[in-house]
T-cell receptor, first 109, second 114 residues
Framework: QQPVQSPQAVILREGEDAVINCSSSKALYSVHWYRQKHGEAPVFLMILLKGGEQKGHEKISASFNEKKQQSSLYLTASQLSYSGTYFCGTEWFRDDMRFGAGTRLTVKP | NAGVTQTPKFQVLKTGQSMTLQCAQDMNHEYMSWYRQDPGMGLRLIHYSVGAGITDQGEVPNGYNVSRSTTEDFPLRLLSAAPSQTSVYFC?????????????FGSGTRLTVV
């Protein structure tokens, strides 16, 4: 089963913050986050392993709540370059990763 | 440049034709997989492999075959193309059994079946 992402789309002005959520009905081994620009391949942002950790990557960070089987991606002080579609990928066991339907993020000047 | 190489970038097939999508990586990754991407549905796993000689099915394997004879290559075969297989196909690779590594994706193959 694919994880559920929300919201489906979000529009921001430069400098604003956003949160993208990813939830699963199954216990998770790991959560991945990727960003895909139009017409390009998805690019890896970060991975979170079960254990409730939080990671950061520039102004983009994520958390993983193992009990709730949820992960959230936080984008702070958004830049135009953050525009794209964000996907979470979840593994119930290693190697079988399923992706959410994606969240389209648009950052406007 | 190190990475995942997919060929062709674009392909048009007639219904019933067969073809092979090529995927090669030069990062010595044990894990390789194929996904298809359709509008509004994200990426769906077709087949994956954790090493030469080992393959397994994902969530949408019907109509596709794979084999893994070398670490570097993981071709995807469409046996008898159908319009429902019109999609963008991505190959991905990663280290196997090592946490903290994400997937590296190829640039994709856009397939149209008419």
């Amino acid at each position: 089963q694919q994880p559920v992402q929300s919201p489906q789309a979000v529009i921001l002005r430069e400098g604003e913050d956003a949160v993208i959520n990813c939830s699963s009905s199954k216990a998770l081994y790991s959560v991945h986050w990727y960003r895909q620009k139009h017409g390009e391949a998805p690019v890896f942002l970060m991975i979170l392993l079960k254990g409730g950790e939080q990671k950061g990557h520039e102004k983009i960070s994520a958390s993983f709540n193992e009990k709730k089987q949820q992960s959230s991606l936080y984008l702070t002080a958004s830049q135009l370059s953050y525009s794209g579609t964000y996907f979470c990928g979840t593994e119930w066991f290693r190697d079988d990763m399923r992706f959410g339907a994606g969240t389209r993020l648009t950052v406007k000047p | 440049n190190a990475g995942v190489t997919q060929t062709p970038k674009f392909q048009v097939l007639k219904t019933g034709q067969s073809m092979t999508l090529q995927c090669a990586q030069d990062m010595n990754h044990e894990y390789m997989s194929w996904y298809r991407q359709d509008p509004g549905m994200g990426l769906r796993l077709i087949h994956y492999s954790v090493g030469a000689g080992i393959t397994d099915q994902g969530e949408v394997p019907n109509g596709y075959n794979v084999s893994r004879s070398t670490t570097e290559d993981f071709p995807l075969r469409l046996l008898s193309a159908a319009p429902s297989q019109t999609s963008v196909y991505f190959c991905a690779s990663s280290y196997h059994g090592q946490p903290n590594y994400g997937y590296t994706f190829g640039s994709g193959t856009r397939l149209t079946v008419v």
